[in-house]
């Protein structure tokens, strides 16, 4: 780790040398909600927190938001029939918290909520948080949280746009909105058609596809003069098919979001906003040896949740506070949970203050989560934020994470007859739990930015299997503990007309009992891209390298590793008179294959967009 500083820190300081006067290559001025639950900009942030904008979703041509992270340098983490997460510094699944809104998003599969199942073309922006955030949001939120905030109303009285994608592997996706304003009612109304010769998580390509439906509603409006209301549907149709072995495969997904907000001005210095959300999803796999299944019936998934919040942002005696209350029922009904269904219920007070001077910031906070069924938990944190110079930024913070044990960990009840074994659940689960000391080095100067972290992670009593007992039966106990360190950097240029970014990441990572690295997260993790304008054609190049990768582990050995892997993705766009955009994107330019074990990683991929907008996006947003 020490010889690793030193590279780090001649980085930033080579940046600053070398920097010009002029725009700032990052959004420092962007408003974020994500890290404090309220508005403030990004360069007042005390805990790490990047921002993918819209500009850089359109730009950067991705079909999901898994597509979006894994440009940025997130390792994705796909799996089956979950779909694709991504990995925060070695941690994902069950313990990376996804938000849409700022409110959490059922759908787990595997332990996975499914990333790609969400179009790019609904998200406005997507905030990513990393470290604890358990203070801020409970459970899973142990990695860290991923915000996808989808797009408001445009504002102006009418905003249509319709955009049309066709690609190889049998793509093709249409997304059409409007957006605007009646009355004293602003509307954004949209959805999307996605059709394509491959599903999420899987390899094989066969006689495969995904196909899905979506839409989405959002509604802003005054009450008064003082309360603003706002509410959000999301609705979400898929079916999969794929096949292994002699077996079609068959997954259909439906999920169905929505939200109502009220937030009331009491008056500058006071604001409260009370929050109703709730969220259905279903998920029905089966099997058959023919391409169409044979039944309606199969392994059924219904997942619920209804939850109320309360919020107050608030100066008190020259300190800002962040409180409130979370209020969270949470129901599951499925086939291999013992009774059929089950139920929790949930209740989590919270606070931060904020001290701040011209130069810097000190933020503690704490949450008390009493459960049902697994009692209580007190997570705090402290961060700060110091600005010793001009343009140099030093966030540090100690935090505390935890994940409550999830239904089918408590529940399950499961036999495989033909393989010979059975899955039971263990109601005397405890979360697990994980502890956090983080620095990260930011360096602004004109035209050119750098950044490192350092990170250190001790984690206890993660829930895993257990040997078979005599019976032969698997059952979950809080078992595996061990550590995370790891370093990040990354440099940004905006030197015209070219921009181009360099990001690395190296992760230590290590089970105690074992003294073997974590499964699924590369010790190494490269990338770069270059964007550039030729003859008013935006051109932009990137590369994601990730590193051997370890998968399965026999004992203390590890048996299987994945080898690393080189991703080369480009992108050409030009704007044509009217409103209409056009580009084409090769994903995977090298043709990598990476087969089973790199599900979904399936070769070079084409596609073609075409996008007409009443209100073209600017190169600012």
């Not at 974590?518 to 590193?547: F, K, M």
Request: proline share 4%; glycine share 10%; aromatic share 6%.
């Amino acid at each position: 780790m020490k010889a690793l500083v030193v590279p780090v820190c001649l980085l930033v300081t080579a940046a600053a040398a070398h920097a010009q006067s002029a725009d700032s290559v990052l959004p420092l001025d962007r408003l974020v909600v994500t890290a404090a639950r309220r508005e403030q900009l990004l360069k007042n942030v005390v805990v790490a927190t990047q921002i993918v904008t819209r500009h850089e979703l359109v730009e950067s041509g991705a079909a999901s938001v898994a597509d979006a992270l894994q440009r940025r340098g997130l390792q994705l983490e796909p799996g089956l029939p979950g779909g694709q997460s991504v990995l925060i510094h070695g941690l994902g699944g069950p313990r990376l918290l996804v938000l849409l809104d700022g409110r959490p998003m059922i759908g787990n599969v595997g332990g996975t909520v499914d990333l790609s199942r969400i179009p790019a073309d609904l998200i406005d922006r997507i905030e990513v948080v990393t470290g604890p955030q358990s203070t801020l949001y409970g459970s899973a939120a142990m990695a860290g949280v991923i915000n996808l905030i989808t797009r408001r109303p445009s504002g102006q009285r009418l905003a249509p746009e319709i955009a049309l994608t066709a690609g190889s592997q049998e793509r093709l996706d249409v997304h059409a909105a409007t957006s605007g304003t009646a009355r004293a009612l602003a509307y954004r109304i949209e959805g999307g058609r996605q059709y394509r010769g491959l599903a999420t998580g899987v390899s094989n390509d066969d006689a495969t596809f995904a196909r899905r439906w979506d839409g989405n509603l959002r509604l802003e409006g005054n009450l008064s003069s003082a309360i603003r209301a706002s509410s959000r549907l999301l609705l979400v149709d898929e079916v999969q098919r794929y096949r292994i072995g002699q077996l079609y495969r068959f997954v259909d997904r439906a999920q169905a979001d929505a939200s109502i907000a009220a937030d009331w001005e009491i008056n500058p210095s006071h604001q409260v906003e009370l929050t109703v959300h709730g969220s259905h999803f279903t998920h029905l796999a089966r099997a058959s040896t023919a391409a169409q299944p044979a039944s309606a019936e199969g392994d059924d998934d219904e997942q619920r949740l209804i939850e109320l919040s309360a919020l107050y942002n608030g100066e008190l005696s020259g300190t800002l506070v962040d409180a409130g209350i979370d209020l969270r029922q949470e129901g599951i009904t499925a086939d291999r949970v013992t009774g059929g269904g089950r139920s929790l219920a949930l209740a989590e007070p919270f606070a931060q203050a904020t001290w701040q001077g011209e130069r810097w910031s000190l933020v503690p906070g704490v949450r008390v989560s009493l459960s049902d069924r697994w009692g209580e938990r007190v997570t705090p944190r402290l961060a700060a934020l110091v600005r010793p110079l001009d343009g140099l930024s030093l966030r540090g913070s100690w935090s505390q994470g935890f994940r409550a044990p999830d239904f089918k960990e408590l529940y399950i009840e499961f036999v495989n007859s033909a393989a010979g074994y059975a899955v039971s659940g263990n109601p005397d689960l405890r979360p697990e739990s994980s502890s956090v000391f983080a620095l990260d080095i930011e360096w602004l100067l004109g035209r050119v930015s750098a950044h490192a972290g350092l990170h250190h992670t001790s984690f206890r009593d993660f829930i895993e299997t257990g040997e078979q007992d005599a019976t032969g039966t698997f059952t979950y106990g809080n078992i595996a503990r061990g550590s995370i360190a790891g370093i990040d950097a990354d440099l940004r240029a905006r030197l015209q007309p070219l921009q181009f970014e360099l990001g690395y990441a190296y992760l230590n990572t290590r089970d105690q009992a074992t003294d073997t690295p974590l499964l699924g997260s590369a010790a190494h993790v490269a990338r770069a891209s270059a964007i550039t304008t030729v003859v008013d054609t935006n051109v932009e190049i990137n590369a994601l390298y990730t590193g051997e990768t370890p998968l399965q582990r026999n004992g203390a050995v590890i048996s299987q590793w994945r080898s690393g892997w080189t991703s080369v993705n480009a992108r050409v766009a030009r704007t044509i008179s009217g409103g209409v955009t056009a580009s084409f994107n090769v994903h995977n330019a090298l043709d990598r294959r990476m087969g089973a074990d790199w599900p979904g990683f399936t070769g070079r991929q084409f596609s073609l967009r075409l996008a007409w907008s009443s209100n073209i996006i600017r190169a600012d947003q």
